[in-house]
């Protein structure tokens, strides 16, 4: 059964300047961070055609977290539990309930944010939660003769149809999640990606206003197979709305939104599209619902 | 790739490729292993092993993340005193999972059960476990033999069996 099929050789870097001399060297190694998407795809083992690993597990500068007055550094290799261990006060609402919906404890202790945000053709929930947070990520350059790095949101991670913007060499090092919070946010979830990657739909929702105006509204919906979608039109449209929606306005919203989907050129379901609505009319019945009760 | 580790107490050297899953080591590669475990995608929770006391899909770890662990399979965890607690459980509530994924979900039930003994030490948002959040635990393992109240049962009786033992120990 197992005949030819090669081991492939493991590299455990112990610094990044380790990782970056086991780049050059072995430029055909895959990055290895919790394993969690690259084991549980059908073609995992056996295979004829393994490269080699470079496990990121051992380097302490992609496992630390950072905290200041002003943001949450966080390492690419920290897992979704540890994320979670930091607790309420510091993690936004809607990234704490993404992180929870991401997986049981079990899948959270061995997965990491980095790997979460580099899964192949899968997009999870936290890369909508973290562009709608309007997270910042560093990606390094590996093969790059010094180390070469830089910051991008979280959304440009990503083009139109979902797909990985990052090139062979280039990691995941950071996360930086900002203190600022908006006045309402919400994050809701239904099917799960790994499952029922056509079914699932993901909408995380923030909304800031001022004297029941709405000065700020984003949203991002994530479908695993489907990719990741933000609606800037939708979102202009909705500033400067006078709080409660009307339910005609809200009609009308969910139907801009439903027109969008269509248009907008990757595969999505006939439930996702209709969950995509239904979540999105849900959110502004709550967000109505909140800014009435603050009155 | 030649990797040592201790598998149900005992120390062996393993001669593998470096990224077979754990569940198929333990399958073909360990001598008087009774684990029957063969998913080899995460969706069926049906493989869970203790890796250094924390419970994992063994079909999710490679090989070469084995170097000095120690693996304890359902048959190990048989032997520990840990094990009465949730087979008196069981009992408690008149329910067993069935043969098929007996192993699995009493190693989840040993993993959340050391979760709540961390969290009366330590308050954080991963260990908040209600009854919601035991059912999605026990959700892992996709066999459906086991209803929700039993579930809670269970894990609620197994809970106080091992809060008295800690007290007893202390």
Known sequence: MYEGIRSPAIHVPKSMTDLLSATSRFPNAIYWAGGTYIMSRHDYYPTKDSNDIISLNEIPDLKRINRTDRYLEIGSMVTISQLLQIGKQVLPDPLTQTLQALGTRIIRNQATIGGSLCTGDLRLAISGTLAVLRTEIEIKKLDAPRSDSRWITTGKLYDRSGALTLDKHEMITRVRIGFDREDFSIFLSAGNPMYNPQESVNLALVCSYNQSVITNFRFCFTMPTGGFHQFQDIEVLARGTMLPFSPNHIARLAKMLGEAIDNSHVTVSLLQKERAKRFFEVALHQLNTQSLIER | ?170
């Open chain 2, 1 to 170: 790739m030649k990797i040592e580790c201790t598998i149900d107490g005992k120390r062996i050297l393993l001669t593998v490729n470096s990224n077979k899953p754990l569940n198929s080591i333990l399958m073909e590669d360990v001598e008087q292993s009774n684990f029957n475990a063969k998913c080899s995608d995460g969706n069926c929770g049906n493989c869970v092993v203790l890796l250094n006391d924390t419970a994992v899909l063994s079909c999710l770890i490679p090989a070469f993340r084995l170097r000095n662990a120690h693996v304890l399979t359902f048959e190990g965890y048989r032997r520990t005193r840990f094990w009465h607690d949730i087979e008196r459980a069981y009992e408690d509530a008149k329910s067993h999972p069935c043969p098929l994924c007996h192993a699995s979900k009493t190693l989840i039930f040993e993993s959340l059960l050391r979760t709540i003994g961390k969290t009366e030490e330590k308050e954080s948002t991963d260990s908040n476990l209600d009854d919601e959040a035991v059912v999605k635990e026990l959700g892992l393992n996709r066999c459906m033999c086991l209803e929700a109240n039993e579930i809670i049962e269970i894990f609620n009786s197994a809970a106080n069996y091992r809060r008295r033992r800690r007290v007893r120990r202390n």
